[in-house]
Nanobody, 125 residues
Framework: VQLQESGGASVQSGGSLRLSCAASGFTSSTYCMGWFRQAPGKDSEGVAVVDHDGIPIYGDAVKGRFTLSQDKDKRTVYLQMNNLEPADTAMYYC????????????????????WGKGTQVTVSS
């Protein structure tokens, strides 16, 4: 299984970015897939995830600003990030697991078996 992220960039505060994560070799019919982020010196933080039922879950810090969607046929998830803030600066990682997002704690990173290499998002004030 490979998760390939793309879309990270440097933007100014208030700007927008769209991240993509394409999964290859991932054939499970049940899954939870989405994004975590980690800023230097900080713990990993759950951003947003979505499962095979298609209902996304968002971390409190991004609710109302970020939107997670998926293309099931392409096994790709998209994170539309609007009204970006300097606090959003981090390495963003795509993650996936082979069971739904509503079992256990969705933001517990150790429950995700598959990870991408990350894409950097930098927001300047």
């Amino acid at each position: 299984v490979q998760l390939q992220e793309s879309g990270g960039a440097s933007v100014q505060s208030g700007g927008s970015l769209r991240l993509s994560c394409a999964a290859s070799g991932f054939t499970s019919s049940t899954y939870c897939m989405g994004w975590f982020r980690q800023a230097p010196g900080k713990d990993s933080e759950g951003v947003a995830v979505v499962d095979h039922d298609g209902i996304p879950i968002y971390g409190d810090a991004v609710k109302g600003r970020f939107t997670l969607s998926q293309d099931k046929d392409k096994r790709t998830v998209y994170l539309q990030m609007n009204n970006l803030e300097p606090a959003d600066t981090a390495m963003y990682y795509c993650a996936a697991r082979t069971y739904d997002c509503w079992s256990g704690v969705w933001w517990y990173r150790h429950d995700y078996r598959y990870w991408g290499k990350g894409t950097q998002v930098t927001v300047s004030s």
